[in-house]
């Protein structure tokens, strides 16, 4: 009988540490759109611009923050539509502000059975006003749990 | 980097297990009377029971028979019965329930250390193919600003299939009573699920958050005595070349024969012509 209770044995390891994670989530979910801003010093040339004091309100919500000393952010898409307004100032001393509007599609992507789904965008178009702003391209156009700049806004 | 570790997890509970039952085996080596005859082995897959307990959102029963149709040849089926309930609310919730069906062959590598050995160490393929309901009852993706996003998807029947290798070895521990380990590398064939949303547990295959899973398995099984298979007349290969020599032999004899025979007879005929 040794051999059954070296088979016993194993049986007893192979199972002793398999308590898998699918009940916790450990991998990232959320997939913000990263905004990067920058300083136009010449066509060629752009260095990364510290906003004072960045006003930034999504269009059709309530909310408003106001985050000092930044050179990006990273806001959430509207998940219920194809595109989001953002109003955007630089300095809250500044009466005016820009509207920049993105247009996108959005897939649903399974992450694990802790974590369950995340929303990944495919960026379309991106459109501003120009009170304040001179440009605007879009760098990356999936928008994913990476956090970097998809968008870079150019004063 | 999680994979990774779980991989690895799996890697050293194999090895492991290779050891200890490779000792379990070195044990085994004992004739039962049994061994003379040849019949369907089935059994059930032991590893399941604890999973149930560890994972206990998983149900699984599964089922295995094989046949030996060759020297060292078997032909191996299982079958086998997955419910799954997973409840992670609000983020998310999924149940399915379904069979599976594998068929293949193992092939036993095991030079016997006595006649009618019955233990083996084997390689194997199968393919496989499961029937199965699933739904997502419940899902939310927490969202600041925008509010979070809710859904459901209802049942649906999928019928995935798959490709496996299989390793393993089996012991017979008591007469015609057999103990096996086996480790199974499936590769899903089925890729392009619905919408985009693969099932999360696929019976027979597990779960299928990746394309290729690795998995371990504990069997006990039972061989149902049927036939006593007929000795193959072992031929000794000199005497089998004596025999063809001979053979040769006694053709060119009576070759030599017949040329005598017919010379004589043409000797006879123009004798009697000339006379």
């Given at each position: 009988m040794k051999y059954f209770l070296y088979v016993l044995g194993a049986f007893f390891i192979l199972f002793s540490?398999?308590?898998?994670?699918?009940?916790?989530?450990?991998?990232?979910v959320k997939t913000p759109l990263g905004i990067g801003f920058f300083q136009q010093i010449n066509q060629e040339k752009a260095s990364d611009s510290m906003l004072p004091a960045l006003s930034f309100h999504p269009i059709g919500t309530v909310d408003t923050s106001i985050q000092t000393n930044i050179n990006a952010i990273y806001v959430p898409l509207?998940?219920?539509?194809n595109s989001t307004q953002f109003y955007i100032r630089?300095?809250?001393?500044?009466s005016m502000g820009d509207t920049i509007s993105i247009s996108y599609t959005n897939d649903l992507q399974f992450v694990s059975a802790g974590c369950g789904f995340k929303n990944v965008y495919h960026l379309d178009t991106v459109q501003t006003t120009h009170h304040h702003i001179d440009s605007i391209r879009i760098k990356l156009k999936e928008v994913n749990?990476?956090?970097?700049?998809n968008i870079e806004v150019f004063y | 980097m999680l994979r990774n570790k779980i991989i690895l997890r799996y890697f050293i509970k194999s090895i492991f297990a290779f050891i200890f039952l490779f000792a379990g085996y070195t044990q085994a080596l004992a004739q039962f009377p049994s061994d003379a005859y040849h019949g369907l082995r089935i059994g059930m897959d032991l590893s399941r029971i604890p999973i149930h307990f560890i994972k206990d959102y998983r149900t699984d029963l599964n089922f295995h028979a094989d046949l030996k149709v060759d020297t060292n040849l078997y032909i191996a089926a299982e079958t086998g019965w997955n419910k799954t309930e997973l409840n992670n609310k609000p983020a998310f919730s999924y149940k399915s329930n379904g069979i599976f069906l594998k068929a293949g062959i193992d092939y036993n590598l095991l030079n016997p250390?006595?006649?009618?050995?019955?233990?083996m160490v084997f390689v194997g393929v199968r393919y496989g193919i499961a029937r199965m309901d699933r739904a997502i009852p419940s899902y939310q993706i927490e969202y600041p600003y925008w509010g979070d996003v809710k859904g459901e998807f209802p049942y649906k029947t999928i019928t995935p299939q798959w490709g496996e290798a299989t390793l393993g070895m089996k012991v017979e521990v008591f007469n015609n009573l057999f103990l096996s380990w086996g480790l199974h590398l499936r590769m899903l064939i089925t890729r392009n699920f619905d919408n985009g949303l693969r099932p999360y547990l696929i019976p027979g295959?597990?779960?299928?958050?990746?394309?290729v899973v690795f998995d371990v398995n504990y069997n006990i099984s039972y061989r149902i005595p049927l036939w006593r298979p007929k000795p193959k007349p072992k031929e000794d290969k000199k005497e089998k070349e004596k025999s063809k020599l001979q053979k040769e032999l006694d053709k060119k004899e009576n070759q030599q024969k017949q040329n005598a025979a017919n010379k004589k007879k043409n000797e006879e005929e123009n004798k009697a012509k000339n006379s």
């Open positions: 540490t398999s308590c898998g994670d699918d009940k916790e989530c450990n991998s990232p509207n998940p219920h539509n630089p300095d809250t001393t500044l749990v990476t956090q970097q700049n | 250390s006595f006649p009618f050995e019955s233990n295959f597990g779960v299928a958050t990746s394309n």
